[in-house]
């Protein structure tokens, strides 16, 4: 369901905003709570987002700009609404408020009251609420920022001119920092010295530790985030993550929000850019090509395989790789779908793969959001060893066809063919048997583990939110923990069985229309989980409304749907306009019953008149 008009020619819709209300309270704000009527006169930007969600992540990057730009007018607050259970713990919020620099303040909703007053369907979602307390848009998933300073503009000028814009410094304090050797770090990697290089994530470094991995040898970057090459002092990332060692001694780092992958010269410390243009890719941009021309997209880890350096893309959930001979980078395996399917890698989906590790016949990855632990063939073909989908996670041992994790980040190989899971959200280290199926649990009480080295007979484990490496003893015997299962809590839609019409509302930003140049301009694809439950409407199409048919013998499933609309600056002079994508998938958990709804709005851009 579209509108393209452009926007100054629309009447600009108002709905009352709801009070902002979250059980966690307030962070970044040294204290002080907030309702809607102590922000009267600013422009407010909610934020909905969860700190296990790689758009989200985007989403805070991209409005960087905007809150450095309209601070006197604009005021952005994140609305923190978990997926997994570890996401309502209070500590852990406040930890990923400062591991992914959160400069503006932070409601923390556990029970997601605020995100069901907002009729919030997916992570991330933007809504804007004008300087007297009204909404006047909403936008699901990333790319929007262009949007919505337009809007912002807009906004600025209608309400000085009504006298209903109040100016000034915004509700923000900043935290006090924490003296530390580490502070969330992401990655290790065992050098041939026997020293350690770590991912200093939050502080923008490399930080290389003598083998007791405390000491300090030396940092490699400026600790200011940026992406610029030069020596140990001088070079430059941003939230850097993955690390893998190549055959020339060098060390290949994910240069996660910097979208890029890096070098780094052990013996000199001269760091240089090997992909990425620092630019995240997005949809229609190049797939393979000259490493430094090809756009990236939130690389997560590297491993050494095949020859070639694997890539988990997480930003876009494929795995990709690079190949130090041609200088190039190309897609190995995922559709950009997010899910759980397997196969030939060209068909397979993967959600937020975050951790790899290469043995001679398999390329083990944590896939995060599908708590699930995959592999790929030499032959490209993808399997899942444990994990079930988007919804259903926890932490149960056993056989691995009913094992869980929850959100898992990093992945080992163990001397004996099995592989140990840095099962992140669970603060365990949980192993998997490929040749008996079992999973077990050899530690606990890790603090957000998020990748581990061998060495020797210990394994030492990034505990990335206690901000140090913990070395353990491989036990022998596995720790037993008492099985806890989870599936992802949201509020089901109720609808009626049979004939349900989807509607995704895409409402073009001002001054832009849809970009109809080369064909149709927007896509659909939808799914369900069973696929029992749909009859009819599956698969993909080009038109964002579409009548599905409900089985009505199933009573509850949860509809997958994708959608992507581009559209461009509304200037016929200009013969190179500027163009956006826009893309959003939503995971909608449905109940069936008689007096349920029949038709299903999702919002992308707009708002559903």
């Known amino acids: 369901m579209t509108d393209s008009s452009p926007g100054p020619t629309r009447r600009r819709a108002r709905v009352r905003a709801p009070e902002l209300i979250g059980k966690g309270g307030w962070l970044n704000t040294g204290g002080k709570q907030y309702g809607l009527a102590d922000l009267r006169g600013r422009i407010v930007l909610l934020d909905f987002w969860t700190f296990c969600c790689v758009n989200c992540l985007h989403v805070l990057d991209e409005l960087r700009e905007l809150e450095d730009k309209h601070r006197d007018t604009v005021v952005v607050i994140g609305v923190h609404s978990p997926k997994f259970v570890h996401e309502a713990e209070h500590q852990a919020v406040i930890d990923a408020v400062e591991r992914y620099g959160v400069e503006h303040p932070v409601l923390d909703d ?63 304090v900043a935290p006090e920092p924490e003296p530390a050797v580490l502070r969330f770090p992401g990655k290790a990697l065992l050098l041939p010295s026997g020293n350690f290089l770590v991912s200093d994530t939050t502080r ?29 002092d001088t070079a430059t990332f941003n939230e850097p993550q993955g690390l893998a060692l190549l055959d020339d001694g060098s060390v290949v780092v994910a240069d996660t929000v910097n979208h890029a992958l890096r070098r780094l010269d052990l013996t000199s410390g001269e760091v240089t850019t090997l992909a990425g243009t620092g630019r995240q ?20 880890d590297v491993a050494w395989w095949q020859g070639r350096v694997w890539i988990a893309m997480a930003g876009v959930h494929q795995l990709w790789t690079y190949d130090p001979a041609a200088g190039s980078v190309s897609v190995a395996a995922g559709t950009t779908n997010e899910g759980l399917v397997d196969g030939p890698g060209a068909e397979a989906w993967f959600a ?48 691995a066809e009913q094992a869980l994790f929850q959100h898992p980040l990093g992945v080992t190989a163990l001397p004996d063919g099995s592989v140990a899971v840095s099962d992140t959200y669970n603060h365990a280290l949980r192993r998997y048997d490929p040749a ?65 019409r989807l509607d995704v509302i895409f409402q073009a930003p001002a001054g832009q229309k849809l970009d109809t140049r080369y064909g149709p301009s927007t896509r659909l694809l939808v799914s369900s989980t069973p696929p029992e439950l749909l009859v009819d409407g599956e698969g993909a199409g080009t038109d ?18 994708s959608a992507m609309a581009a559209s461009c600056d509304d200037d016929p002079s200009n013969e190179y306009p500027a163009c956006h994508v826009h893309q959003q998938d939503w995971g909608v958990p449905v109940r069936l019953t008689e007096t349920g709804t029949d038709r299903l709005p999702l919002v992308l851009a707009g708002l559903d008149a």
């Open 544 to 561: 964002l409304s579409r009548a599905l048919e409900l089985n009505p013998a199933v009573p509850e499933g949860v509809l997958h749907v």
């Open 436 to 500: 008996t199926g079992e999973v077990t649990t050899p530690a606990t009480d890790l603090r957000e583990p998020s990748d581990a080295v061998l060495v020797g007979d210990d394994i030492v484990v990034v505990e990335s939110a206690r901000h140090r490496l913990t070395r353990l003893r491989l036990p022998e015997e596995a720790v037993r923990v008492e099985a806890v299962v989870h599936r992802t809590q949201r509020a089901a839609t109720d609808v009626a069985p049979g004939r349900l």
């Open 352 to 399: 937020q793969p975050s951790g790899l590790a290469a043995t001679p016949d398999r390329l083990w990855l944590a896939d995060s959001e599908t708590s699930a632990l995959r592999w790929v063939d030499p032959d490209g073909t993808v399997h899942t060893a444990v994990g079930t989908g988007l919804f259903d996670f926890g932490h149960r041992d056993g056989a």
């Open 204 to 232: 923008h470094q490399l930080v290389e530790l003598e083998a007791d991995g405390e000491s300090v040898v030396r940092r490699i970057g400026s600790g200011v985030r940026g992406l610029s090459d030069g020596t140990a």
């Open 110 to 172: 556990p029970e997601l009251a605020t995100w069901k007053q907002y009729a919030v369907r997916a992570w991330p979602t933007l809504v804007v609420i004008d300087p007297e307390g009204y909404v006047v848009a909403q936008h699901a998933g990333e790319g929007h920022v262009h949007a919505i300073e337009q809007l912002v503009t807009e906004l600025e000028a209608e309400h000085a001119a009504k006298g209903t814009l109040r100016r000034g410094d915004g509700p923000y």
């Open 281 to 300: 890719w997005m949809q229609g941009d190049a797939t393979s090509g000259p490493g430094r021309e090809v756009n990236l997209s939130s690389p997560w």
